[in-house]
């Protein structure tokens, strides 16, 4: 069956069904009341052109900025200095947004309920739930990177540990939260060294990001441990906090780190006893979220429920290390998200570490849908695709690769977006054709953006096959995002319909005088949770 598509010549579409998600965009420059805002906080983050903002670094070093974010262009700057700053930068066009650096607020560390009284008095229960009785873990490889508060390496677990590097410097205050990033860790990689406890992938190769070096940690702490792996290749985040304000710059932080190799792993929070309200960067797109469950492998009493939960892990009653200077006996059983996090985070760097060949995205997607389903049947609110188990993630046919994620928005593939250089056009002059595959989830990967090359006077034809409904849209190449509407969607829509399940849909747009790059946007249709589909492109000359 042929499911017809809009016919495009140089002119708008029909409007075009709506789409799920948000728009991924930089935050709004502030003005009036929203500018006073920002002197509620001493210092001021300020993210810059990524081409012409570097011009400018000079100015704000000299103002007392610091620069936390190089891939971003992110810098640090005293709210001071930022008002009298503000006003000619934004004149001069080099401002992308304007973020006051406030503490990360809500569920800040996604669990640690202690039990103090009887250290280790409960066995790692979560051993045989996960599989890791039935797996050999394997020597240091792909990195796992904590971003949490610091690591105690004087500890018996972390004291001589080989491969365990902290990235900048470790604090410890006298508040238990301070407990948080020695725990995390202690579950993902304590050695086994004869003391303790082991975690699930003993011999990995662990960093340590101290995200709170001077208490509560900010907005600014955070993009700063993100930058200090972005590009650094391929690797895993354990991000065991959350909030529940979103902010733009810190979903541009992790989609970034993502682009560059890093596999983000992220706790889904403990918020289920107030209905579980929206967490980030939980809910962010491409980060494994993780939820926890007991010993009868049911969902706990406190993890948030969420369409963006992945995976569950145990994460209640779990022996951690935690530092000697705040507990004198090393070691205490805890609960939370933040213990079922690690154990996920550590297990995915080991299967990626025996699986070398495997790129994040089918990584991302092979742990997950090797998952042990529970009751209901298939992907669930409350523990994702289901448990975590180690040894069929080891064996399951490895899916295809998913091409040129993170790709949500305009903004993630276009030059000078959340990159210099942003994605390689899928066809250009001298590759008039294209064919790949690829995959969407209406939680994890909601959108797929490309650019695609239009001839002047020639045509584009796209061919779709997709294996659930989806729609497939044409946007122009002054679009700023796919999820424009009004006035903007008339402008600069093309062509948009819709293809149902294994049909195949045709979709031809006309070029105008000039050569440009457009936009190829495929999202699921309403109520379609995951799709796959095929695509041919080609282009042609008059």
Known sequence: MTVAFGLACCGPAAAAPSHPGHAVLPGPLPAGRELQRLLLYPETLVELDRVRGPAVAGLLKRAGGELVSPPLQVWRVPTAAARHLLPGLTHRRVVRSVTPDQPLDGDLWSGLFADLA???????????????????????????????SGLDVSHEEFAGRPNTKTLNKQTFGEDESEEHGTAVSSVAAAPQNGVGIVGVYPRARLQSWDISPLGVPTIGDELQGLAAVTGKGRGVLNISFGGTTYFAVEEHAILAAFSTGSLPVVSAGNFREILSPQEYPASFAHVLTVAATDQNDAVTVFSSASP??????????????????????????????????????GAVAAIWTQRPRLD??????????????????????????????????????????????????????????????????????????????????????????????????????????PSANVVVEVWGSLT????????????????????AAQSTGKLVVRGGRLSRYVYLDVFPARRVPRSQYAVSLSTARP
């Open 480 to 499: 700023r995002t796919v999820f424009e509407r009004g006035s903007a969607q008339r402008r600069n829509l093309l062509a948009a319909s819709a293809v």
């Open 118 to 148: 009887e250290p280790l008095a409960s066995s790692e229960w979560w051993i045989p739930h996960v599989g890791a009785d039935r797996w050999k873990p394997p020597g240091p490889g792909v990195p796992l990177t904590v971003l949490d």
């Open 360 to 465: 994040r995205t089918q990584i991302f997607e092979l742990v997950r849908t090797s998952a042990r389903d529970l009751a209901p049947a298939g992907r669930d609110p409350d523990t994702g695709f289901g448990i975590l188990n180690l040894p069929a993630a080891k064996t399951a046919r490895a899916p295809g690769v998913d091409p040129q994620e993170p790709n949500e928005d305009i903004y993630l593939v276009k030059p000078n977006g959340i990159s210099r250089i942003g994605h390689v056009p899928l066809t250009r002059p001298g590759r008039p054709q294209a064919r790949f595959g690829a995959r969407l989830d209406a939680a994890d990967d909601p959108e797929d953006v490309y650019r695609v090359y239009l001839p002047a006077r020639g045509r584009l034809t796209v061919t779709v096959k």
């Open 308 to 345: 963006s939960v992945d995976i569950a892990a145990p994460g209640l009653d779990i022996p951690v290390a935690v530092p000697v200077s705040l507990q004198p006996e090393g070691y205490i059983t805890a609960g939370g998200t933040s213990v079922s996090t690690p154990i996920v985070s």
